[in-house]
Nanobody, 125 residues
Framework: QVQLVESGGGLVQAGGSLKLACAAS????????MGWFRQVPEKEREFVAG????????KYADSVKGRFTISRDNAKNTVYLQMSSLKPEDTAVYYC??????????????????WGQGTQVTVSS
């Protein structure tokens, strides 16, 4: 059992930055990888970024490469998503997730076992 709680969402103007955090508790040692997804109404949940347990491997969606950075601090059981150069198209509810189906980072929602409740990010023009 893993519990995930996101924080850091809010309203920001286009071009601005936000840093999201995902605090994990429970059996965090069982999660081989963690990721960030986002979702807007009427759309499928979209993979944004992922990171493995050691933090030496990351994956990003093409839409956020060069603008977003995922990192983790295992001592604090926390994963971060630094978002820069934000665009209105980045507006969504952002979710963090943890998975253990493989030892490598996965990019599909069904590959993750635990999900946070989400945090709203709104980017205004």
């Amino acid at each position: 059992q893993v519990q995930l709680v996101e924080s850091g969402g809010g309203l920001v103007q286009a071009g601005g930055s936000l840093k999201l955090a995902c605090a994990a508790s429970g059996r965090t040692f069982s999660s081989n990888y963690m990721g960030w997804f986002r979702q807007v109404p009427e759309k499928e949940r979209e993979f944004v970024a992922g990171i493995n347990w050691s933090g030496d491997s990351t994956k990003y969606a093409d839409s956020v490469k060069g603008r977003f950075t995922i990192s983790r601090d295992n001592a604090k059981n926390t994963v971060y998503l630094q978002m820069s150069s934000l665009k209105p198209e980045d507006t969504a509810v952002y979710y963090c997730a943890a998975g253990s189906k493989t030892y490598t980072i996965r990019t599909t929602g069904r590959s993750y076992d635990y999900w946070g409740q989400g945090t709203q990010v709104t980017v205004s023009s």
